[in-house]
Each structure stands twice: as C-alpha cells, then as structure tokens.
C-alpha cells in the first residue's frame, strides 16, 4: 500500500466522525464519507505530498457535502409543487418520527444552517484552530467567529430547553 | 474594564485567547456571576458535543471504506496502465524540457555555480547548497512549515539508486543519489513563492510526479523506509528489472 493509502486508512475514523457532524445522521453520514473517498481517489494526484492530508481531505468531505445539501434542495423544489397531498403527509411522518430517534445532539445539529454546521464541526468537534478553519472553508477570520457564536447559541439553546 | 462580549468567551472557551486576553476573562468571570453562568454554558456544550461524537472517532471504521482504500492499490506494483500519448505531445514535452533546462543552467549555474542549488560536475548536473543539504537531511515525513526545499516522494531508482523529488520557489525536480553527490535528473518550474498548507500542488508538480512514476522500482518509501535509507546513507540496491 502506498503512503497516500496509509495515512489516509489512519484518518478514517476522525473522518467518519468529521462526517457525522456535517450530515447528523448516520447511515447519511457513511455515505457521505464513501463519495468523499471515491472523489479523494480519483483525485489524489491533486494533493501534494508534504502537505495536511486531514485538512485536503476534510474540504473534499465538506464539498461532497454541499452538493449533496444542494441536490436535496433542488429535489424538494421539484416534487413539492405538485404533490401537496398524500405522499407529503407521508413524508412528513416520516421525518417527524426519525427526528424523535434521533439523537438530542444530532438533532440540535441538524437545526442549524449548512454554515454554521460545518464551522461547529470543524472546531468544536475536530478541534481545528480558528485560522485553520477558515483557511480551509476559504473564509475571513470575521465570518468564521460570528458563524461559530451563532450557532453555539442556537445550539445552547436546543439543548439546555431538553 | 472592558466588557466581556461572546466573540470573546468563546475564544477563551476555545483556547484562542493569548495570555492578555485570557487574563481579562478570568478576571471578569470572578467579578461577575451572569458571565460565569454563560461560560460554563459553553464548556457544557463543549462537554456534550465531545461525549457525543467522541465515541463515533472511536469505533471500528466499516470493512467497506478500509477495502475502498486496499484494492485501489492493488494494480500499482504490476505496473499502472498508462494512457498512450501522441508522439507529438512528448516532443511538445520533451521542448519544454530542454528550454526550462537551458533556462535554468543560464539563470542557475552561470553567474555563480557555487551559490545556486546546481552544479555541472563531470558532466552531470548535481545539486548544491541548500538544495543538498535538504535532499541529504530532510524527512518528508518531518519537514518544517516555511523550509525552503520541499521533498516530496523518496523512491528506488529501476537502476537501484535512491531518488527523491524536491520542490522549491525556483525549481521542482528529481535527484538521485550518485556517490556523495545527489544527480539532478530532471528540473521544473518551482511552484513559486511560498504556498499555503492547504492549497493543492500546481500542474508543475504533476509532471515531476509523473516523470518519478515512470523511474520507480516498486512503491515510494513510505516514512520509516524514508527515514530508514537516511539513516543508512541513502544507499543504492540492486537494479530490480
């Protein structure tokens, strides 16, 4: 096995947790890793050697991410106009009853935005400094810090009313 | 005194304050109950996100991701395929080549050999000063943040030498180790001033790693086989084909 292979069998598991942060949900949240390897695999000669192998493969998790987030939402668009009866209230249900599943926690983190979601994972769960984060969201300083406060209150708030 | 706003407790929550900052908070925590209830808030959530997501860090990664990673490497000993590429572009290639090499033995080598990271001994380009001295020492495994020369892949040679490829503000390139001396086999434009950690390597790298693909007996060292041919003076091995 080559060294790329290594290190990356080595970041596995932080990244399976990186993953669960974004996509609070389990079975999404391994799926969302697979995509993310595929992508990593296909583009490995992309990563310079010598360089933060977490944090290349950190973005790609994210990105994978976001356009997951973005392919929900235009699927919404699509089905929501036309089905407002039967298979809605069914969906509905659905939600309402895996949501009661969930875990408090997941469920805090799923009530946040997509934004503040993904700074909370990367610094409070991953333990990323303020500086690494925003470099690697390609964001200010400024930006990173009022997402990360905002969230932090909302999700404060979630979880100290339960 | 300066009023204790979220932006600030929560850099102290998460250990961004420097020793003024944190001072001032602790000082304000001890003066003022309202503030210490919102920052042990904080270190609650803290507290919560770490025991929930701890354990998911801790479990055993599923069969299904470890395979992805196993079987991608299986076809690389046997010799990855390579895409057949038209004659004229390896001449293209082979042009860049030369006219980057008769750049850089103008810019490099001529006013002052002595100076410059090569040196045309006994007719092979060979590396000096820094460059040396980083192909000779430095780990690619342990390298400094901001060192001038970056080593990339450190690989066995088809005729048994051991190679690296470096990279550096002027010049990206492989070396062999050739007696005392490291041999520069090939050169390419460096990857400029210094670049971030998380940024992606430019195209310039891609054709040192492809020119290292094609001279490689065998897989890369990985780092204790790194370190292992450093600390044995990065000795040749037989030639494996």
Known sequence: MQAFERELLTLLPRLRRFARALAYDAADADDLLQVALERALKAREQWAPGTRLDAWMMRIVRNCWIDEVRSRARRARTFAPEEDGEMVGVDMLDQIEAKAEMHAVDRAMASLTPEQREVIALVLVEGLAYREAAELLDIPMGTLTSRLTRGRQALVQLLEAA | ?241
């Open chain 2, 1 to 241: 005194m300066m009023a204790i706003d979220d932006d600030m407790l929560m850099a102290f929550v998460d250990g961004e304050l420097d020793d003024i900052g944190r001072a001032r908070v602790e000082r304000a925590v001890a003066q003022d109950p309202a503030l210490r209830r919102r920052l042990e808030e904080q270190q609650r959530l803290r507290d919560r996100l770490s025991a929930h997501y701890g354990p998911i860090a801790e479990e055993e990664v599923p069969e299904r991701f470890r395979s992805m990673l196993e079987t991608n490497v299986l076809p690389f000993p046997a010799a990855p395929p390579r895409p057949a590429r038209p004659l004229w572009q390896t001449l293209t290639a082979l042009a860049a080549t030369l006219v980057l090499g008769l750049l850089v033995g103008r810019t490099l080598l001529a006013p002052a050999p002595a100076a410059g990271p090569f040196a045309v001994e006994g007719g092979a380009m060979v590396a000096r000063g820094d460059l040396a001295e980083a192909l000779e020492t430095q780990l690619a495994s342990a390298q400094a943040q901001g060192a001038a020369t970056r080593i990339g892949v450190t690989f066995v040679h088809n005729d048994g030498r051991t190679c690296r490829t470096f990279d550096s503000q002027a010049a990206a390139g492989i070396a062999c180790r050739t007696g005392a001396d490291w041999q520069v086999l090939m050169t390419a434009a460096g990857s400029g001033p210094q670049r971030s950690d998380y940024r992606q390597a430019g195209s310039e790298n891609l054709l040192v790693q492809q020119a290292a693909q094609e001279m490689m007996a065998g897989e890369p060292h990985d780092d204790a086989a790194e370190r292992r041919a450093r600390d044995s003076g990065w000795r040749s091995s037989t030639p494996r084909r």
